[in-house]
């Protein structure tokens, strides 16, 4: 498999009817403390129908997939699927959450292709169970969010605009939104799935919209610390671009204290 193969296959899912949910960053601009939105605005023209025929979606996203595991962990390569599960790394929490992942999309993509009347697409909802360990509820919401997460991972949709960070933290809030749409689930590992968690402030943090403020003004004041002086007045999470010395902090406007400040050490772990 190549790189060339994944493009062509995230092209086609993307030109199709599939649902993606992701996160709305909404790029903005604060003028005399006034909010200045700058939202694009497109057209979707959908030539492949594939949100009403499921099995075939599925087998599509999960070649996609399995490509590129291979590619990213080569010593994958060759194992059979609950193998490759096993080898797959697990340090990170955007690892355990793209292996955990994996482990949904491999339950459906067998009963797509072995489940015969087994595999069901029902009120919103697919289930499937072979009668041994394969056994999968999943609701419709929950496959967008499982294409979502694919997608953005293999496609690095976040690109250079957020830091390691940022992409772990959401990584996270995808998959639970994944996992809390999965009511019953086993395979081969006899595991539940993992609940994996942001650490405080962001372990509540909801997967809707965030606004991208790129002309933030900011000073350095005592105790060794950056206050931002253009706040978002919005009910939506802010993160704001700083230009610090010769570094581009992101500074998500979960961590900042009161007066809207944070300690320079704190702001250098934000660093693009």
Known sequence: MTN???????????????????????PVELEDGKLIEYIGSHVNFYETPLKNN???SLIILFS???????????????????????????????EKCFKECYRIIRVLRN??????????????????SNGRKDNIDISELGIDYLFTFFLQIIGNNYGNEFTKKHKEIFDVVLYNRIKDSTTCFSDSSSDP???????SPFNSLKWTARYYCKNSDFEKVENNSLKIN??????????????YKSSKLLIPSEILRENSIVDIDEAMSWKL
């Open 230 to 243: 253009t706040i978002s007045i919005t009910d939506y999470p802010t993160d704001y671009l700083l230009n």
């Open 64 to 94: 996609l997939v399995d490509a590129f595991t291979d590619l990213e962990h080569p010593d994958c390569e060759g194992k059979n699927f609950s193998d490759k599960i096993k080898a797959l790394p697990c340090t990170t929490k955007t």
């Open 111 to 128: 009963g797509c292709i072995h489940g015969q009347s087994g595999f069901t697409f029902h009120n919103k909802k697919i289930s499937y």
């Open 54 to 56: 499921p099995e075939l």
């Open 193 to 199: 799935l993992e609940r994996i968690e942001n650490c």
């Open 4 to 26: 060339t193969f994944l493009t062509k296959t995230m092209n086609f899912l993307r030109g199709s009817d599939i649902s993606e949910r992701p996160l709305e960053i909404t």
